[in-house]
């Protein structure tokens, strides 16, 4: 297996209040398209799961109801103060069957003996997915499952109507996504990387959030996304335009969408599961 240098992870995960809320905005939008995948996928009652890229636990906790109390959740996050955030909101809730591993992906001591390991936005971010992917397999079960969601921004985001502003920050979203750091199509990749790992060719779905109205929380999400990157885009010379002010975004893309009547749908997430054959190990 190469070698894999997830410190080198740009990603923000958890480390701040700002970027703790975007995740648990960002599962508000998602989690109902997490849950039908590993519901597909034969996630289930009494099973042991690995979680890649756990962040703030938002997915644990969509696979802690899946597997009930007699099941185990075991999560790795690369990040400590996201594993901390983490763990202080299972302790709040009293969710007792999930462990967080603060650590890299390739370097954690992992058992021999789960049912299952999923992801969601994690593979993206990785510098050698494909290696990472290939060790986790090892410690999955013959006929287990293997379950992971990417987006993929080769779908843009989009609006129902003509919108200047958020065809602006669309137009901005679109050169951040030129820059180097994360996989922005990797969701369509995964096919290619699972048979890499020597696994079955994967089932594979396709979701996106999508909303209308005042009260819809994808105007929130896309003016939290925009407030994360604008750091690094400026370092790596691209700023926001004039018009952008991230302190009201989320308000003037819903007014923006309100009085249009516009829908806008958000990026796309790609899913793919399949199961380790008997033989494989």
Known sequence: MSTIDTGQLTYPIGETDAQSRRLITQAQLYNPSTRSFFQAAGIGRGMKVLELGSGVGDVSLVLA??????GRIVGVELKAAAVESARARMAVIGCQNIEYVAGAIESVTLDQDFD???GR?????????????ERVVRHVKAGG????QDNDFTFSILASAPLPLFDTLN??????????????????KLPHLYQRAGLPAPQLTLDAPLGTGNDWTGYQYLAETVEM???PMRQRGIALPAEINTST??????KEAVDNQAV??????????SRKAAEQV
């Open 145 to 148: 499952v293997v379950a992971f």
């Open 116 to 118: 299952a390991v999923v």
């Open 121 to 133: 936005f994690v593979l993206m971010w990785l510098p050698d997915p494909s290696a990472v992917l």
């Open 249 to 254: 975004l989320a308000e003037q893309i819903r």
């Open 65 to 70: 109801d899946l597997v009930g109390p007699s």
């Open 229 to 231: 990157l604008e750091t």
């Open 264 to 273: 806008i749908v958000l990026p796309t997430i790609i899913g793919a599961w």
């Open 171 to 188: 137009a901005w979203l679109k050169d951040s996504q030129m820059q180097t750091g994360p996989d922005y199509h990797m969701g369509l």
